[in-house]
T-cell receptor
Framework: NAGVTQTPKFQVLKTGQSMTLQCAQDMNHEYMSWYRQDPGMGLRLIHYSVGAGITDQGEVPNGYNVSRSTTEDFPLRLLSAAPSQTSVYFC????????????FGSGTQLSVL | DAKTTQPNSMESNEEEPVHLPCNHSTISGTDYIHWYRQLPSQGPEYVIHGLTSNVNNRMASLAIAEDRKSSTLILHRATLRDAAVYYCILPGLTGANSKLTFGKGITLSVRP
């Protein structure tokens, strides 16, 4: 199993550009989520999903959109990138059963100029 | 989700035991306690979890207070590779309550 796969690993955008960060898991996990991590900060939850067609906001959802059309994929969209969105982004997944552990991707480092 | 509080940082010497604390005074009876760690430039990885009893695995031990309001992650012999950020979280129930939030964690430094 590949686990949780994030692409791209690195991305540089100009202010106002749009892009989609990809996240895919092959473990048939119902729960998927996106976090951002800024220097010296912990992980902050952006959006999460408990199954296909179901998404909800986390702590810092502004400026980001998500959708969940399949169990495997949970893309994160930046419609108009801003320098404040420069960060490292992590996708995570788990089975939607109490006490199941989270599996994380290796991250996407995004710079917005 | 129930909140957790951890010190910002701790230091240890190589090959000595390390005790990383976590307070979770509002924990509910069904909340499991999970620990994750994040090595430099990597995504977090699972370390250990428990409910009431102390737990051991190849990576670490988890000691849970009798009232469950605090727990301690124990690394029996710290190595330089254990230098990381350690997070304590309470995943809680699933479904609509699935906001798995992390704090800043404890930054562990290991001295040679």
């Amino acid at each position: 199993n590949a686990g949780v796969t994030q692409t791209p690993k690195f991305q540089v955008l100009k202010t106002g550009q749009s892009m989609t960060l990809q996240c895919a898991q092959d473990m048939n996990h119902e729960y998927m989520s996106w976090y951002r991590q800024d220097p010296g900060m912990g992980l902050r939850l952006i959006h999460y999903s408990v199954g296909a067609g179901i998404t909800d906001q986390g702590e810092v959802p502004n400026g980001y959109n998500v959708s969940r059309s399949t169990t495997e994929d949970f893309p994160l969209r930046l419609l108009s990138a801003a320098p404040s969105q420069t960060s490292v982004y992590f996708c995570a997944s788990r089975r939607d059963i109490q006490n199941e552990k989270l599996f994380f991707g290796s991250g996407t480092q995004l710079s917005v100029l | 989700d129930a909140k957790t509080t951890q010190p910002n940082s701790m230091e240890s010497n190589e090959e000595e035991p390390v005790h990383l604390p976590c307070n979770h005074s509002t924990i509910s009876g069904t909340d499991y306690i999970h620990w994750y760690r994040q090595l430099p430039s990597q995504g977090p990885e699972y370390v250990i979890h428990g409910l009431t009893s102390n737990v051991n695995n190849r990576m670490a031990s988890l000691a849970i207070a009798e009232d469950r309001k605090s727990s301690t992650l124990i690394l029996h012999r710290a190595t330089l590779r254990d230098a990381a950020v350690y997070y304590c979280i309470l995943p809680g129930l699933t479904g609509a309550n699935s906001k798995l939030t992390f704090g800043k964690g404890i930054t562990l430094s290991v001295r040679p």
